[in-house]
């Protein structure tokens, strides 16, 4: 079922890739429903939404582990900031319409990693597909190593 709770990792679910058969990090789905005020002139899901939508996707993926973006920072000295989004507009969305969205981690790294975001209708047409990369930085903003303890949450 694609609508649901707010947030929530799908259950008990363990992904392997098809190529390698190694485990693939559990995904969050995130659920929306498109308001009035995110419609642009046209009646459609104004397309600055998306990315909002996908940062909560993010965010709920961090929180279903135990982390958030000042956590991270707080614990393990390093920043997580967005450096690449890529986004391919699938379908219309339009006021009232109930959307999923899966987020999982796609590639991880030395400083690095990439989440797979998918937003579906509730009859599962896709809506949007996007690829996100984030990088780790330090204090003064210059990339830096992936601590392990990230890198072992991600990863989950």
Known sequence: MLWGSKASPLSGRIVRDA???QRVPTPTVTNFEARSYEL?????????VYVNWLEQGRLDYLRA?????????DRLGVWVVVVRQELDYRA???MGDRLALTT?????GNSSFR??????FEDGRAA???KVTMVCVDGAGKSAPMPAELRGLLEK
């Open 19 to 21: 190529k390698s058969n």
């Open 92 to 94: 219309q969305v339009e």
């Open 104 to 108: 999982q981690i796609e590639h991880l």
């Open 128 to 130: 949007c597909d996007a």
């Open 115 to 120: 989440f797979d975001q998918r937003l579906r």
């Open 40 to 48: 642009d002139p046209y009646g459609h899901l104004n397309n600055a």
């Open 65 to 73: 582990r135990g982390e958030s973006y000042t956590s991270i920072p």
